[in-house]
């Protein structure tokens, strides 16, 4: 079977620029892709890479765009090599024309709070807004000062909410001990990436001394790291972000297999990429955790964002995406 391919690039300013342990982001990258069969049928994808986070480069990305040239069969589409998971992802959902089955399955979105005590300015906004899990990123600025803000957080947080923390692989030995020893009583949900994703001892370690549940996102970037984790025996959370995983029906397979306990995170994709992903969880089965991609907006554009994710996702935030308007405002 054949497809009319077509690609463009895209390089959009984020609005406000994200900031984490890894430092300011302010620019996102990334390919689009359109693919019509034989019938007709028009589908996109997105191929948002993050090399800094173990990805394929937008260069490798936008030379396999190049080299399927104006026809592309679906053979050579299966033939991208596994390694190439963003462009997998975007290819998968490229092919996936049909449309979709309405759904009344609804779930949990995290809000994320700003660094620092930004967050405590932020919070309450979005506690009146219904939002019941919440971010917060960590290993940002100074340990004593962020585990003052926890502590203020921790005492406006309603009983019936949960807070993650991120701490992206920044913290020493002793600063994650630290962490971890302050969270044992407290309701935090999960700690992503007490350590650096090369020191998998620590984070074993962590994960058997401490009763904090550990959430690996830097660790478990594909999705045979996460099978790797698993075949291992780790009994926390994995942070996905489908969009840099690999193909939406392999990220089903290993979770119906393997029983991972994974969050559906973004990786600040625009509504193409995003829609993929949302309509995969809105078949239901593949999480039972609120949903990362309470982030507010990432490019300040309606068309770009797609439709404000509130604190409970359904199939409307599908509905309201026109796939189409977003291919054709990325020119
Ligand atoms: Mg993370």
């Not at 190439?84 to 024309?97: M, P, S």
């Not at 029906?249 to 992903?277: F, N």
Request: aromatic content about 8%; hydrophobic content about 45%.
């Amino acid at each position: 079977m054949g497809y009319r391919f077509s690609y463009k690039t895209y390089r959009l300013p984020l609005r406000p620029p994200l900031r984490t342990a890894h430092g300011s982001w302010s620019v996102r990258e990334g390919v689009v892709v359109r693919l019509e069969d034989g019938a007709g049928r028009v589908g996109f994808g997105e191929i948002a890479p993050l090399p800094w986070f173990g990805t394929e480069t937008l260069e490798e990305a936008e030379s396999i765009c190049r080299g399927f040239g104006e026809r592309v069969t679906a053979e050579a589409l299966a033939a991208v090599p596994a390694r190439l998971g963003c462009v997998r992802f975007a290819l998968e959902a490229a092919g996936n024309q049909g449309v979709p089955q309405p759904s009344t399955f609804r779930l949990p979105v995290a809000a994320l709070l700003p660094a620092g005590k930004t967050a405590l300015e932020a919070l309450p906004d979005k506690i009146e807004a219904g939002f019941l899990a919440f971010k917060w990123k960590v290993g940002v600025g100074e340990m004593d000062d962020e585990l003052g803000i926890l502590d203020d957080l921790l005492s406006m947080l309603p009983a019936y909410t949960r807070l993650r923390l991120d701490a992206n692989g920044a913290w020493t030995a002793r600063q994650a001990t630290r962490w971890l020893e302050r969270c044992a009583e407290r309701p935090i949900e999960f700690i992503e990436q007490p350590a650096a994703p090369g020191d998998e001892d620590a984070l074993w370690g962590l994960a058997n001394d401490f009763p904090v549940k550990i959430a690996l996102d830097e660790s478990a970037v594909h999705l045979e790291d996460l099978r790797r984790w698993q075949m291992n025996g780790w009994t926390g959370v994995f942070i996905v972000k489908p969009a840099l995983a690999g193909p939406l029906s392999e990220l089903r397979r290993l979770v119906e297999e393997t029983a991972a306990d994974i969050v559906l995170s973004s990786a600040l994709e625009t509504a193409i990429g995003r829609h993929a992903v949302l309509q995969a969880a809105l078949k239901g089965k593949l999480t039972k955790r609120a949903l990362g991609f309470g982030l507010g907006d990432v490019f300040g554009n309606r068309q770009l964002d797609g439709p404000v994710v509130g604190p409970l996702l359904d199939s409307s935030w599908c509905a309201g995406v026109n796939l189409e308007e977003t291919w054709t405002a990325l020119s």
